[in-house]
């Protein structure tokens, strides 16, 4: 099991982090987004999924990752 922190810029409510986390509900073991913070703390499996496929995952919904 693989861990990564990312920040995530272009989120405007707690309804954005929502969003990113119900994107990835099923491709990640475990998924918490904080919008006040600009943060996320993501546990995957590197079987199922990578952290590019991740980092894609959230850009298409039109936030940047960093």
């Known amino acids: 099991m693989a861990k990564i922190f ?3 810029k272009g989120m405007h409510c707690e309804s954005c982090a929502r969003l990113i986390e119900g994107e990835m509900e099923g491709e990640v073991k475990r998924i918490k987004v904080s919008f006040s913070d600009g943060k ?3 546990e995957f499996d590197k079987e199922k ?3 590019a496929e991740i980092k894609n995952k959230i850009t298409n919904l039109g936030y940047k990752v960093k």
């Open 6 to 8: 990312l920040n995530i």
């Open 40 to 42: 996320a703390e993501i």
């Open 49 to 51: 999924i990578n952290e």
